[in-house]
């Protein structure tokens, strides 16, 4: 029962958190820079199919809604279990690049990051492209992805 009122709680409050819009900060502050450059090493990360990595650029509990699900995964080590790259190859999939980055909500602690990424075959050609949005938060002085939204199937 806790997890499901915890499952709940997450749900809502990123639907309130996706609901606030601002403009696209231009001032490029530390925890912009700090956001941008996690995003960063997300992709990397995921490029190289390397899960812990990966996983290194998240925070937990993470959220991830997408598909048509939401899922929560309370540890690093619940998030490296998954077997995601096989189904993406299995979609011509070879890796993927950021498109467009826009801050929408920025704070010293927290920022949203909506983004547009593509998906490539082994040959560059683009599979699709996906809006999606990242909230990066700083933690204990780490910066990692609390959640992300993503309109990718």
Same mark, same amino acid.
């Given at each position: 029962m806790r997890l499901l009122t915890q499952k709940f709680c997450y749900i809502g409050l990123l639907i309130g958190l996706c609901n606030l819009s601002a403009a696209a900060s231009a001032s490029g502050s !530390?925890?912009?820079k700090a956001a941008l450059g996690t995003l960063d090493q997300?992709?990397?990360?995921f490029n190289a199919r390397d899960m812990q990595a990966w996983a =290194?650029?998240?925070?937990? !509990?993470h959220i991830r809604i997408a598909s048509g699900q939401v899922s929560i995964f309370e540890s690093a080590e619940a998030f490296q279990?998954?077997?995601v790259f096989d189904s993406l190859k299995k979609t011509g999939w070879s890796r993927s690049q950021? /498109? =467009?980055r826009t801050i929408t909500l920025s704070s010293p602690h927290k920022v949203h /990051?909506?983004?547009i990424f593509?998906? #490539?075959d082994a040959d560059g050609a683009s /599979?699709?492209? @996906? $809006?999606? #949005? @990242? /909230?990066?938060? $700083?933690q204990n002085g780490r910066w990692g992805i609390q959640a992300r939204s993503s309109l990718a199937p």
């Open positions: !530390p925890a912009e997300f992709m990397v990360a =290194d650029t998240l925070h937990f !509990p279990a998954r077997k950021w /498109i =467009d /990051i909506e983004t593509e998906r #490539l /599979i699709g492209r @996906y $809006q999606s #949005l @990242y /909230i990066v938060t $700083q």
